[in-house]
């Protein structure tokens, strides 16, 4: 299989590892969703002469609408296929090597594969192609979904329309901005319409219905929320509320935020005490404290001391000890640990692309410790007093100013307002990335320094 781009010929090497995600991804939209979806496309019974589904699954969206031809592209020739309309037809190939375009209307459901599980050959050789066709740098951290993006608005025509069902994150997360700035040097109209109910059952991200209009270039971005009968609300601002969504700031050289470790899996790599014990592994020599995640502290605890973390994390069971294979030589007792663990445990995307599969690189414990999510007001913050690793879901910020008090910092960070401005990920579970954070630390240094 090839992906299409100026005539140079790609190797698809995203097929090894998408059977491998073909039944995670593969999470279908309900009917009634897809019928309300293509009424709001058939204003004034608008008939589309060509309509494109890409990572059509089992053919669904075909069943509704007004439209002379539909085809669909699925990859998984497993994908066992509905009873297609006489107009209809799906095609078993990829997405990325469809020749055909000009389009009238892109629709669809596209699959959710996380970038980590993307290979990187590929990674590096679509992103290369769609930059050179967005002419905007395509950001390889981006999701799956957002390759379909971009895909479905090069194949459509200049008085074409998209209306894809995908996470509502990408209208403001950063990986998504080379669509958007092409979306937006085309003065094309976009209306993302966030779901308040969640309408898939196996799916965290918050969905949303986007549309796309190119014919009409009025550069304009609307936001509505809906819910899942289809009531529509608008709003001010993608943050559902009437501030803006925090802006994201690169950060400073002394005090910054940084994501979690991404060991490879914490089953492997974060013991807990009963594990720890029973493998003989030694405190300090060969585990040190982390923290996974917040949620077994409590959003009055301001300071994580060796009494709290034993009594919440350590005598709870939760993983808590991070094995140190990152130093220069491990224990005979560690180099046993690793060597008794099985390889469909270790069978990460990780752990198969490093050296040495269970060696990750050298950590330094954060000032704070704060979670990268939350329901409430703002997220838990806690003031780091037992140097623990900030791993996957606890994100830490670095403080290297002398003059900074580290618990006037976390009180600002608790009574700041982040749930106004910030878009829910799930649910009413909120996400706040690094460099939203880092806005929100500079703005913390800008009054110290004012006094």
């Given at each position: ?77 497993d ?17 990325f ?79 998504a ?21 969640n ?115 350590v ?66 913050t ?35 307002d ?16 690094v ?7 500079n ?9």
């Amino acid at each position: 299989m090839e992906a299409i781009g100026n005539n140079q010929n790609y190797k698809f090497d995203i097929a090894s590892c998408e059977k491998k995600y073909f039944k995670k991804c593969q999470v279908y939209t309900p009917f009634e969703i897809i019928e309300k979806l293509w009424n709001m496309l058939s204003i004034n019974k608008k008939t589309y002469k060509k309509v494109l589904d890409l990572g059509a699954g089992d053919g669904r969206f075909s069943l509704f609408g007004n439209y002379i031809e539909y085809l669909g592209i699925e990859i998984d020739k497993d994908t066992k296929t509905i009873a297609l309309p006489d107009n209809a037809r799906i095609k078993n190939q990829c997405a990325f090597s469809l020749k055909e375009g000009d389009f009238d209307l892109c629709i669809g459901n596209p699959p959710y594969v996380r970038h980590q599980e993307l290979e990187s050959s590929w990674k590096q050789k679509y992103a290369k192609i769609l930059s050179e066709k967005l002419n905007e740098k395509f950001d390889q951290r981006s999701n799956i979904y957002i390759y379909f993006l971009a895909q479905s608005l090069l194949s459509t025509n200049k008085e074409g329309k998209v209306a894809l069902i995908i996470p509502f994150e990408w209208a403001t997360r950063p990986n998504a901005k080379s669509v958007r700035n092409y979306i937006n040097k085309n003065k094309w109209s976009v209306s993302v319409y966030r779901f308040e109910e969640n309408i898939f059952s196996k799916v965290l991200t918050t969905a949303s219905v986007t549309i796309i209009d190119k014919s009409c270039q009025k550069n304009e971005w609307n936001y509505f929320s809906i819910k899942s009968n289809f009531k529509i609300k608008k709003t001010k601002h993608p943050t559902g509320t009437n501030k803006k969504i925090l802006p994201y700031i690169k950060r400073e050289t002394n005090i910054y935020a940084q994501r979690g470790l991404s060991p490879g899996t914490q089953k492997i790599f974060c013991l807990t005490e009963t594990e720890r014990i029973d493998h003989g592994l030694l405190i300090n020599e060969d585990v040190i404290p982390c923290l996974v995640s917040l949620k077994n502290l409590s959003k009055d605890d301001n300071t994580l001391t060796k009494k709290i973390f034993y009594e919440k994390l350590v005598n709870k069971n939760e993983r808590c000890w991070l094995v140190k294979s990152y130093t220069e030589d491990i224990s005979d007792r560690l180099l046993k640990y690793f060597n008794s663990v099985p390889f469909e445990k270790r069978n990460t995307w990780t752990c198969n692309n490093r050296k040495t599969w269970w060696k990750f690189h050298s950590v330094t414990a954060p000032s704070i410790l704060y979670s990268s999510s939350f329901r409430d007001h703002s997220p838990k913050t806690i003031i780091n007093d037992i140097n623990a690793i900030a791993v996957n879901a606890a994100f830490g910020i670095y403080v290297y100013d002398q003059n900074i008090s580290l618990s006037n910092m976390v009180e600002y960070i608790k009574s700041f307002d982040f749930e106004s401005r910030i878009v829910d990920y799930a649910g009413k579970l909120k996400k706040i990335e690094v460099n939203q954070m880092n806005g929100v630390l500079n703005q913390y240094v800008k009054k110290v320094s004012r006094g």
